[in-house]
């Protein structure tokens, strides 16, 4: 089955600074990817998905992820943070209905 | 239009006693999906349904772990003789039809239920 691998469980960045979230993954067949959000005491949310189209990926809130399939990777980034982006983010991969989750990575967003 | 929605927010239950966990999809929604988050990790899938019947349920941990939709929208899942190891939020998803590609679809989260064994 495939796998996710989210490196760093937290990053913290100022606000106005570069967002950069990695997520790789392991799969024998080209899986869905996608990136959710997590608010506090809130359900999880989509921020935008990839499903064999366009490799560069733009979501909602200015984030955006690019598949690269050399690198197995579909890291997010945002060009500029602000302090509401503070969450926790997962990065997900799905084959056949069957969707794997990373263990989260935990944004701070300082002022 | 809500969203969806899930109950009780919170459970507490006795080591060895049963549960039940209750999913209220967004109308018209076929795919329904249950995850296991524990603690510091990602969501980990359980069981899913198109429709009434339970189209993967690989997930499921253990027989304690059952979940039915008898007509196809609200969901229960149950589980029996808990454990301690069971503590874990419990989050709920739907999807319009999956289609020919399987799990394509966006899949709405609730908020999720919240289970403690003492």
């Known amino acids: 089955a495939q796998s996710v691998t989210q490196l760093g469980s937290h990053v913290s960045v100022s606000e106005g600074a570069l967002v950069l979230l990695r997520c790789n993954y392991s799969s024998s067949v080209p899986p869905y990817l996608f990136w959710y959000v997590q608010y506090p005491n809130q359900g999880l949310q989509l921020l935008l998905k990839y499903t064999s189209a366009a490799t560069l990926v733009k979501g909602i809130n200015g984030f955006e992820a690019e598949f690269k399939k050399s690198e197995t990777s579909f890291h997010l980034t945002k060009p500029s943070a602000h302090m509401s982006d503070a969450a926790e983010y997962f990065c997900a991969a799905a084959v056949n209905n069957d969707m794997r989750f990373g263990a989260g990575t935990r944004l701070t967003v300082k002022p | 239009g809500a969203g969806v929605s899930q109950t009780p927010s919170n459970k507490v239950t006795e080591k060895g006693k049963y549960v039940e966990l209750r999913c209220d999809p967004i109308s018209g929604h076929t795919a329904l999906y249950w995850y296991r988050q524990s603690l510091g990790q990602g969501p980990e899938f359980l069981i899913y349904f198109q429709g009434t019947g339970a189209a993967d349920d690989s997930g499921l941990p253990n027989d304690r772990f059952f979940a039915v939709r008898p007509e196809g929208s609200v969901s229960t899942l149950k589980i029996q003789r808990t454990e301690r190891g069971d503590s874990a939020v419990y989050l709920c998803?739907?999807?319009?039809?999956?289609?020919?590609?399987?799990?394509?679809?966006?899949?709405?989260f609730g908020p999720g239920t919240r289970l403690l064994v003492l």
């Open positions: 998803a739907s999807s319009p039809s999956p289609g020919t590609s399987g799990i394509q679809e966006t899949q709405y």
